[in-house]
């Protein structure tokens, strides 16, 4: 396939520092949207502000660059007005989890049919590397230079509570799974959830000596454990484990539909 | 004689993080100066990791029977 065809070629290169995983994970989006056949206007991609949401800026679709946190709420009330889109929300581990975390929530709760890519780097990489709420416990940040005192979420189980219709988590390593996952949550009628864990090199692997963006990624493609195993294992084998897989899969009502019997009801009451 | 694969880096957009480097299952790469630079071609079995891990869009792999029909 051709990369260059989804691309604005005038904005390359890309502004993601070396050894960010973030073009990897692009990479594996467009290499799903060119399999599943779909045309650039019928997609648009949504974001809200960091790193991985300088993504809509490189691609050659309909695309939404908006306020910190709220790319799901703009993309509510887009997919409302045109249900016909495939939208795409790109969102960092921050955006989603910590401005964006009630607009996360509330958006599996009702179950929009949306699909969000959260690339989690552990950090708040463009505004100079503080703690997120996926910082693990003990690390450091600019925020935390003695080390994180607080326990971290668990984006795919907090997703899974909430009640996405699809959660799954990959790592930039893991090219193959990824790009099933995005291809997964990209058909499926209801909000769906993929998680990818991605190297920071710059904002948190130089402050907690953990090395280049290559060692970053070794490190994902050695401590990767598949859910199927991690149910086998104990709390402590599991300590410093990236846990992968798919978390849930089922068929459940979407908002738009329900959204559309309330309308067809009110309609029914006034006339 | 055995079929290569055409590999092409764009040294344009080329950050050299170096992950073609290390993640090259036959290690076909080694690193140069500024740049990867292709050292065994012919080791290449066209799997495309390189091409999939390259975040900065830089590297292209084209399959032998695909290169050549270009090249006719």
Redesign the interface.
């Known amino acids: 396939m051709d990369?260059?065809y989804y691309?604005r070629e005038e904005k390359?290169?890309?502004i993601?520092?070396?050894?960010?995983?973030?073009?990897?994970i692009l990479?594996?989006i467009l290499?799903v949207i060119d399999k599943l056949g779909w045309e650039k206007d019928d997609i648009a991609m949504v974001s809200g502000i960091g790193c991985s949401s300088r993504t809509p800026g490189y691609v050659d679709f309909n695309t939404l660059h908006t306020t910190h946190g709220r790319a799901i709420a703009f993309a509510t009330g887009l997919k409302i007005v045109k249900p016909n889109l495939h939208i795409i929300i790109v969102s960092g581990d921050g955006d989603a989890t910590a401005i964006g975390g009630n607009h996360f929530i509330h958006a599996a709760r009702r179950n929009t049919d949306l699909t969000v890519i959260i690339y989690n780097n552990y950090i708040y990489g463009m505004t100079g590397g503080q703690a997120s709420p996926t910082t693990p416990i003990g690390k450091k940040a600019s925020t935390a230079p003695y080390g994180n005192p607080d326990a971290p979420f668990d984006i795919s189980r907090l997703a899974q509570a909430a009640g996405a219709a699809y959660v799954a988590r990959s790592t930039?390593?893991h090219?193959g799974k990824t790009d099933r996952y995005i291809e997964q949550a990209f058909l499926k009628r209801g909000f769906s959830v993929v998680e990818i864990m991605t190297p920071c090199p710059t904002s948190y692997g130089r402050r907690n000596k953990e090395g280049?963006?290559?060692d970053m990624?070794?490190f994902q493609k050695k401590n990767s454990v598949g859910i199927e195993r991690a149910q086998k294992m104990s709390e402590e084998e599991l300590q410093g484990k990236i846990i992968t897989g798919v978390f849930v899969d089922k068929e459940q009502n979407n908002y738009l539909q329900r959204y559309k019997e309330v309308i067809d009801k009110a309609k029914q009451i006034n006339q | 004689m055995k079929k290569i694969s055409k590999i092409t880096i764009n040294e344009k957009w080329c950050k050299s993080c170096e992950i073609c480097v290390y993640f090259c299952p036959k290690s076909v790469y080694d690193m140069g100066r500024f740049y990867p630079v292709i050292a065994r071609p012919e080791d290449c079995i066209a799997c495309k990791l390189c091409e999939k891990l390259c975040p900065d869009f830089a590297i292209t792999v084209t399959p032998p029977d695909i290169a050549e029909s270009i090249k006719k």
């Open positions: 990369y260059l691309l390359m290169p890309h993601w520092c070396d050894g960010c995983g973030h073009g990897i990479k594996s290499r930039v390593y090219v280049n963006g290559v990624i070794m």
